[in-house]
């Protein structure tokens, strides 16, 4: 029994007459002070603060910061910490400038002869359609270690494989997965069978549906599939409407049925995509495919490594802050994060999230390149397609020049003092593959792409309120989540109105600079950097118990990505090389200005066929070696 005396209730008063005025000074949201000048170059990303944890220590981290009486206080303290008052700042000299609007999507409208021009290449020698029919013209640069998209074409074409025995085999495979290599969440085989059955049967009767026949794909769990539950890396308590298998295909799964690919399955991603480390405590997996003791990246976790095991030439994934960019990166696979509105996706929870964007993770860039043609045909009533307007808004897709290897006229912007700020092993990689560019005639054009600190924090915020708006109501109805979305979802509730505007009127002045300052004034057809700051980071001992919440490291692996889902802008990475003693990949990432993948593709193919001899993986199925 508590025993309260004189004394301990003295000593408890001056503690909190001393405190509190302490506690409100840290838990309000802080006033604005002029810091820095709209538009100051200065490279500015440095590390930030936050508390990293595991085990035990991550349930009392994540206890407090979103369970405990004071959460709301730390986390304000927190947000505090991080500089959210420069956003305000920011925010009140871009409203003094008043050039610029308030971005709640990150949209670019196109004018209409730049629309034109994009009409003119998606029916000249970039169309898709003729594409998806024949392949691209050529050798691939190959046999490679992977079996692609155009290699099973070729193999069904000549009858040395049918749809069935290749499915049955890789059903076979995906039973015998080591544990942490289970990267299906669910694979339906009686449907896989009869899928490949139909397939079969139009392969036979000469009316293959494009280049994609009998070709399987995998799905994150995040995308609905027909006749599949939907977990998006939780578990539901029985009973609820997620568990119920989904009705209707998502857009971009119908998209690929129609193309004949087969749905193999969906794939382990982490809770609610919160965390890119890519280890999923419920799923216990999965790890990295080049070395079992690293992360392989996430949140589209499963979704790569299938990929990069050689179970699928092409996933499905999503990306809100790096999510396809990332594991792809971290698998050695090419993972290609599309303009904001490019894919018209229709699977709920994802709908108003302005950062999320689906896209392909692909063994190659070829394969990328064809899942991106197949993904990105506009939906004449779908949203997307309303918010940019008809007959000029969303351009028809297209891969113009994509087979060019002469990269003359191509101007590659680099922000040197961004790019330099990786480890030493990952900043030697890039600098050689975009030495690779160099000789093929590409240039190389000095940029600054100032307020990254405050555009990373922006980001930071926007995402945050949205899982939050989308799951957070979850943190107060007994759900089993693990500590880090706990904690992720408590703090999206703790951002003022103020910071989230805040950062939505420097979004809006960001995608008007980088449009004239970057794009148009410098010329620049992509923004080349490393993929990551790091190389794939080892997953501590403990990480099946809780997992790990380490916000310093996500930003390390962050910091090159998050401005193309704020900025609605393309982004790929694309592997250009392993580190020797771990074995793990090393990539670099590209981006683009608005509806301009062609142009990463392009870019990203010529580092493949002229930078990197891929190696395979220490955990991979040779679907060649069974057939
Ligand atoms: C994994 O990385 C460790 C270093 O952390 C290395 O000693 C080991 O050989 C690597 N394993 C493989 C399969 O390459």
């Not at 408890?12 to 709209?38: E, T």
């Not at 449009?515 to 794939?536: C, D, R, T, W, Y």
């Amino acid at each position: 029994m508590a025993v309260f005396n004189l004394g301990t209730l003295a000593v408890c008063g001056a503690s909190i007459a001393v405190l509190l005025p302490l506690i409100s000074k840290l838990s309000a949201p802080a006033p604005p002070r002029r810091a820095k000048r709209l538009g100051d170059p200065t490279y500015d990303l440095e590390k930030i603060d936050a508390p990293a944890a595991t085990g035990a220590k991550l349930r009392i981290v994540a206890w407090a910061l979103a369970d405990s009486p004071v959460a709301p206080l730390l986390r304000r303290f927190l947000i505090n910490q991080n500089g959210a008052d420069e956003l305000q700042d920011l925010a009140l000299q871009v409203v003094d400038e008043g050039k610029s609007t308030v971005a709640y999507t990150p949209m670019h409208r196109l004018t209409t002869e730049e629309w034109k021009r994009h009409e003119a290449a998606a029916s000249g020698a970039g169309s898709v359609k003729t594409l998806l029919q024949e392949g691209f013209d050529g050798q691939p640069p190959g046999p490679g270690v992977y079996v692609t998209v155009e290699d099973y074409a070729r193999a069904y074409k000549s009858s040395a494989w049918t749809p069935t025995s290749a499915m049955e085999r890789l059903l076979q495979a995906i039973r015998k997965l080591p544990a942490e290599y289970r990267v299906f969440v669910t694979v339906l085989e009686e449907d896989v069978r009869k899928q490949a059955q139909d397939s079969e049967q139009r392969i036979l009767k000469g009316e293959a549906r494009s280049i994609f026949e009998g070709v399987p794909i995998a799905v994150k769990d995040m995308v609905s599939v027909r006749g599949h539950p939907f977990s998006e890396g939780t578990v539901w308590p029985a009973g609820d409407r997620h568990n119920k298998r989904a009705e209707e295909d998502d857009n971009t799964v119908r998209l690929f049925r129609e193309a004949g690919a087969i749905i193999l399955g969906t794939t382990v991603m982490t809770e609610f995509g919160v965390t890119p480390l890519g280890y999923s405590v419920h799923f216990k997996g999965p790890v990295n495919a080049y070395n079992g003791s690293y992360y392989c990246g996430g949140s589209s976790s499963g979704s790569a490594v299938a990929v990069a095991m050689g179970l699928v030439p092409v996933a499905v994934g999503m990306d809100g802050g790096g999510s396809i960019r990332i594991p792809a990166a971290m698998e050695g696979a090419v993972g290609l994060a599309p303009t904001y509105g490019r894919v018209p996706d229709s699977s709920p929870d994802t709908l108003f999230g302005t950062m999320v964007k689906t896209g392909p993770i692909a063994a190659t860039t070829r394969d990328a390149a064809l899942a991106h043609a197949v993904m990105s045909q506009s939906v004449s009533s779908h949203i997307f397609t309303r918010l940019y307007g008809e007959p000029f808004g969303v351009p028809p897709v297209h891969l113009e020049g994509f087979m060019d290897l002469n990269l003359r006229g191509i101007r590659l912007g680099v922000f040197w003092d961004h790019f330099n700020d990786a480890e030493p092993l990952v900043v030697e990689a890039c600098k050689a593959a975009l030495e690779t560019l160099k000789t093929l005639g590409a240039e190389v054009v000095p940029v600054a792409l100032p307020h990254l600190k405050a555009l990373s924090l922006a980001h930071g915020l926007d995402i945050s309120t949205e899982f939050s708006t989308f799951f957070g109501n979850l943190l107060y109805n007994g759900h089993n989540l693990e500590p880090g979305t706990r904690i992720q979802l408590g703090l999206g509730y703790t951002i003022s109105g103020v910071e989230f505007n805040s950062a939505n009127i420097l979004r809006g002045w960001a995608l008007k600079y980088m449009h004239e300052e970057v794009f148009k004034k410098l010329n620049v057809q992509a923004i080349v950097s490393p993929s990551m700051g790091i190389l794939p980071p080892k997953m501590p001992e403990d990480v099946t118990a809780a997992g790990e919440s380490n916000t310093p490291l996500i930003m390390q692996m962050m910091k090159y990505i998050f401005l193309g889902n704020l900025l609605g802008l393309p982004g790929i990475s694309v592997p250009v090389g392993y580190d020797d003693n771990t074995k793990l990949p090393v990539s670099m990432h590209l981006m683009g200005a608005h509806w301009e993948e062609a142009v990463l593709l392009r870019l990203a193919n010529a580092l493949e066929t002229r930078h990197l001899q891929r190696k395979k993986p220490s955990a991979f199925f040779d679907l060649r070696a069974e057939l």
